[in-house]
């Protein structure tokens, strides 16, 4: 699926966030997904953030590397995080980082996960932040989806759709 991309709309690199979540030990499945995911999130042109440690957040951010997209990392110490990681926010704020991050996003995939994935979807959910399951918890209010491709499709259009147009020239500029 890698060599096919999904752009939903043309145009330059977007302020869209999108958080993928996940463990940081994860089953060979969920990293393959995960680095599917990254690569899409990239193909949009749309930025992805993560918690910035292994596992599902280093596949995700491979594959968005892979993509040719930007990868950012809210760690949640003062470590370094994954290799593929553009922007680093170290926070030292240990779980409670789980919270700045989705609430940096504008729209949130989850893949696999535990209990931090769990209280990340919690947050989301409490704030209206759309999120997109691949194999994650069986809650109301996540929308589960078949395949990381789906998953992709439905998150950047909920986030689209969320946002005004962040463009440059602002509302009502000639192109």
Known sequence: MRDQHLFLLPGPWRCMQIAVIGREE???EE??????????????????CCGGLGGVMEA???GAKEGGGLTVGILPGTGGG???LDVVIRTNLGHARNVVLVQSADAVIAIGGGYGTLSEIAVALKTNTPVFGYRTWSI???????????????????GR???PSHSRR???GSA
């Open 26 to 28: 994860c089953s060979d």
């Open 31 to 48: 990293y393959e997904a995960a680095e599917t995911v990254g690569y899409l999130i990239a193909s949009n042109r749309e930025t992805l």
């Open 60 to 62: 995700a951010c491979k």
């Open 82 to 84: 994954n290799p593929y």
């Open 140 to 158: 109301e209010g996540v929308v589960a989806c078949s395949t990381p491709e789906e998953a992709v499709i439905l998150a950047v259009r909920a």
């Open 161 to 163: 759709l969320s946002r």
């Open 170 to 172: 602002g509302s009502g």
